[in-house]
């Protein structure tokens, strides 16, 4: 992959970006995780009004807490549907039940969030994981699921159901993520053409792991603070 990055190109990356709760979002919303589900809410609720094509929530949400928001979490679900905007959250396949009932009760798409790889560049899916409702079967991964889901076509699977699905995202950060590390007084890579792209591959690699994400990296307190964002905007399209 880190040979074969380079030559991809970014369309890939400029469809998909990542919205992340990290420890600078919890010190400005004066907030401790774990978030109450009102906080998720708010969350989701702010980037379905940059009407996204498919929302993935990469948390697990397995303990049974008492948190009475609950229910607005469960709203912000509903909402989705009501929009067609299809709305996925990880379960695992290896606790009972795989999310908390509440959530494998709503319109959310619950899939086992198994992944075989999570480079800098690339994502690789299994082509099948464990199916969540109780039947012991194999279901389309999170990614083919999205596939599927997004352009109506079923991908034909291998004979044994075990090839190995690749998101390759390319090596160039995204523009956003630019402007987030120049903001914090680190550095990006310049954009580089195919020939500078193979050669940090194969004698440069430290450049493919620079500070800047290849994805559009959006802080979830830039969609809290309810203030439009033209940055955000044009990552969400």
């Known amino acids: 992959l880190t040979l074969t990055g380079p030559l991809y190109p ?9 919205v992340l709760i990290e420890d600078t979002t919890l010190d400005y919303l004066d907030l401790i995780w774990p978030w109450n589900y009102s906080e ?3 969350a989701l609720d702010s980037i379905l009004a940059y009407e996204p094509r498919a929302v993935v929530v990469d948390i697990l949400f ?3 807490r008492d948190d009475p928001s609950l229910e607005q979490l469960l709203f912000v679900i509903e909402r989705y549907a009501r929009f067609g905007v299809p709305l996925y959250f990880v379960g695992s396949s290896r606790i009972d039940p795989p999310v908390r009932k509440e959530l494998l009760d709503s319109s959310a798409r619950i899939i086992d969030g198994e992944i075989n790889l999570a480079e800098g560049m690339a ?6 994981v464990n199916c969540l409702d109780g039947e012991n079967a194999t279901c389309p ?19 044994n159901g075990q090839t190995a699905l690749e998101l390759v995202w390319g090596v160039d950060a995204h523009a956003i993520n630019r402007k987030i590390i120049s903001e914090e007084s680190a550095q990006c890579p310049e954009d580089a053409g195919i020939l ?5 591959a194969l004698i440069d690699v430290d450049q493919l792991r620079s500070p800047c994400a290849h994805t559009a990296r959006i802080p979830a307190e830039s969609l809290l603070i309810g ?11």
């Open 227 to 237: 203030v439009p964002d033209q940055d955000i905007q044009t990552a969400l399209a």
């Open 123 to 128: 994502r690789q899916y299994p082509e099948t």
């Open 196 to 200: 500078t792209r193979v050669y940090r």
């Open 62 to 64: 397995a303990d049974a």
């Open 40 to 42: 998720h809410a708010r």
């Open 141 to 159: 991964s999170l990614a083919l699921r999205v596939y599927e889901d997004l352009y109506d076509d079923n991908v034909p699977l291998s004979e």
């Open 10 to 18: 970014d369309t890939g990356r400029d469809q998909v970006s990542v």
